[in-house]
């Protein structure tokens, strides 16, 4: 990729992290539906899902998908490669409609357009970045009273939602383990620019590795990374991938773009129509994840005399897709 812009690298290298973490959602799935077959659910404070080969197979391709996620943070900002994620909510929609059996249905697909978009409109219109040239200058950056207010409000949302809401709401609100997600996210995004950037400068010969700020960086990262695939499994666990997905996407890519525009200023450079064309188009973006979880929620339960149950706890079937059994109810065999 020598001859491309740095731009242009971070886009390829975004989509490609989009393809394998929506894949790795369908296959964290399938394993902790695995792991609560034979244990405790992640859901409720489990952890046998780590004894499942299918929960690891998507750690690895996770794993995968934020190193080309994190190499995209180097050379592009903020602002350009977070609303890529909206292909990983395509790839886990599609994935989980014939894979786990949650269905999608036609607004849904509406959604998942609206998604592509709105962020090709941001792509267009997105910034070019200027590289700092030390760690230092990025926690010049990150110690500015504007983005420290950020950071304590964060982690004090964060705070209430696991002590107070959580124990409460956390079975039956997905906004609960999401939000932890969600701004641990925006965190995690920052520290690993600042990383990402510091290594780069390093390769380049401008050695990063002695300033503490460095390590400092590291050191929330990986708090943070841990947060994340806490509550992140636990979401999982409870609710509908189809719904997780773009909801969790949402809330991190809001978060880590305010974040994103606090911290490095990303938008100081542009003039107002370019900025405006990147708001309508994650306002579009917004749309399409906000279609895709009311097309979830209007989804009509069984009909009433219906029979549910699960086959090796991987899908849910009903009578009419499984011809060997039939279903009557008691009073056509009995008459008044």
Known sequence: MGGLSDNLKGVILAVASSAFIGSSFILKKKGLKRGGISGIRAGVGGYTYLLEPLWWAGMITMIIGEIANFVAYIYAPAVLVTPLGALSIIVSACLAHFLLKERIRKMGIVGCVSCIV???????????????????????????????????????????????????????????????????????????????????????????????????????????????????????????????????????????????????????????????????????????????HVTREQESPPPAGTVTWFINGDSMKNPEDEPLITHRRMDEYYEP
Request: glycine share 6%.
């Open 118 to 292: 709105g962020s090709v409109v941001i792509v267009i219109h997105a910034p070019q970045e200027e590289t700092p040239s030390s760690v230092q200058d990025i926690w010049t950056l990150a110690t500015q009273p504007a983005f420290l207010v950020y950071v304590v409000a964060s982690l004090a949302t964060v705070l209430a939602l696991v002590l107070h809401f959580e124990p409460r709401y956390g079975q039956t609100n997905i906004l609960v383990y999401l939000g932890i997600c969600s701004l641990m996210g925006s965190l995690t995004v920052v520290s690993i620019k600042a990383i990402g950037i510091a290594i780069k400068l390093t390769l380049d010969g401008i050695s990063q590795i002695a300033y503490p700020q460095t390590w400092f960086f590291v050191t929330v990262a990986a708090i943070c990374v841990i947060t994340q695939l806490i509550y992140l499994n636990k979401a999982l666990d409870t609710f509908n991938t189809a719904l997780v997905s773009p909801v969790y996407y949402v809330m991190f890519t809001t978060l880590t773009i305010i974040a994103s525009v606090i911290m490095f200023k990303d938008w100081s450079g542009q003039n107002a129509g370019s900025i405006a064309s990147e708001i309508c188009g994650f306002i579009t973006v917004l749309s399409g994840t906000i279609i895709l």
